[in-house]
């Protein structure tokens, strides 16, 4: 009778949650390092940022998809370690354009450094399929709308797609003077997608100097 009685307590039991599939660790300290690691990420993989000032020339294309269960990780070990330091030498700045689903940013530095405040659009333009792109952690600065959530029109039958499920969280917004742009002065600016979870930031310091002098913290 103990071991009926033990089984039907097994049995009532609910199942463990699926464990975290385990990716490689790759670290990286320079620029270049950094996009060979997010051009070969795959599902599970932490991208681990050394310490130190990484200037970057060209945005950063995050079309590896993770998994829900084994998302793809870009992260510093602590907030302040590491910065990503976006220029206009190239053109209008996009830091990250996130287009597959199931990234993690954490502990992220990332900033804005432009001629021209037109140029400095987003730190983040999370687009298309991006679903369940987490961003926390994180310091954000120097440009027009640091976050941006956009449709992307994957043609044919499945037409407009847009990221759902994204969550921004416990990450300080600002920037060190008004925008001189008429462009959208917006911190977290999402033009569609469902279901996102923005909450425990701290947007401050938004201000646009240009065109209809309107900034919001989030749209």
């Known amino acids: 009778s103990c071991s009926l009685v033990l089984l039907a307590a097994l049995l009532s039991r609910p ?83 996130v287009q597959a689903a199931d990234w993690v940013v954490e502990n992220l530095d990332i900033e804005g450094r432009c001629g021209r405040d037109d140029n400095c659009e987003h730190a983040l333009h999370i687009v298309g399929q991006a679903d369940r792109t987490v961003v926390r952690g994180s310091r954000l600065h120097g440009f027009n709308a640091q976050i941006k959530g956009n449709g992307l029109d994957l043609g044919g039958a499945a037409g407009w797609v847009w990221p759902d499920d994204v969550r921004i969280e416990r990450t300080e917004f600002f920037n060190p003077a008004p925008r001189d742009t008429g462009n959208p002065v917006t911190p977290i600016d999402v033009v ?21 002098g309107i900034s919001y913290a989030a749209f």
């Open 15 to 97: 199942p463990a949650p699926a464990a975290r599939a385990q990716g490689r660790v790759l670290p990286v300290a320079d620029a270049a390092a950094l996009a060979a690691a997010v051009a070969a990420a795959q599902p599970g993989d932490t991208i681990l940022l050394a310490p130190g000032d990484y200037p970057i020339r060209h945005k950063l294309n995050l079309v590896q998809a993770g998994l829900p269960e084994a998302p793809i990780t870009l992260r510093a070990a602590a907030l302040g370690q590491a910065r990503l330091v976006f220029s206009d030498a190239t053109g209008v700045v996009e830091g990250l354009h």
């Open 192 to 212: 569609g997608g469902r279901r996102w979870i923005v909450r425990g930031n701290f947007i401050h310091d938004h201000a646009k100097g240009g065109g209809d």
